[in-house]
């Protein structure tokens, strides 16, 4: 089974900047698209921003030109470099993956456990 594990989230005062990173683990595995959500209180969990094998990426408009998202192939992790934060941007981001096993080639789609990010004002 693959497994996500975020790391990163924290507090931070608006106007400053957090890294986010995922890792992957498993075995006999590739992974297609990788990407982070997030979910604020109270609301649906949105997409922030996805990034292909091919780094091909898109990001929601609210972050447009504050996040970046970068992966590592080889190493299965994706990061999601984040600055400017403002309060909106409070919430519990969640690393997403999907791809096949190698075996059997059978679709997956994993989730991390959630890192939550807060933003004072």
């Known amino acids: 089974q693959v497994q996500l594990v975020e790391s990163g989230g924290g507090l931070v005062q608006a106007g400053g900047s957090l890294r986010l990173s995922c890792a992957a683990s498993?075995?006999?595995?590739?992974?297609?698209?990788m990407a982070w959500y997030r979910q604020a209180p109270g609301k649906q969990r949105e997409l922030v921003a996805v990034?292909?094998?091919?780094?091909?990426?898109n990001y929601a408009d609210s972050v447009k030109g504050r996040f970046t998202i970068s992966r590592d192939n080889a190493k299965n992790t994706v990061t999601l470099q984040m600055n400017s934060l403002n309060p909106e941007d409070t919430a519990v981001y969640y690393c997403?993956?999907?791809?096949?096993?190698?075996?059997?080639?059978?679709?997956?789609?994993?989730w991390g456990q959630g890192t939550l990010v807060t933003v004072s004002s």
């Open positions: 997403y993956a999907d791809g096949r096993y190698s075996d059997d080639y059978r679709y997956f789609e994993v």
């Open positions: 990034i292909t094998t091919g780094g091909s990426t």
């Open positions: 498993g075995s006999a595995f590739s992974i297609n698209v």
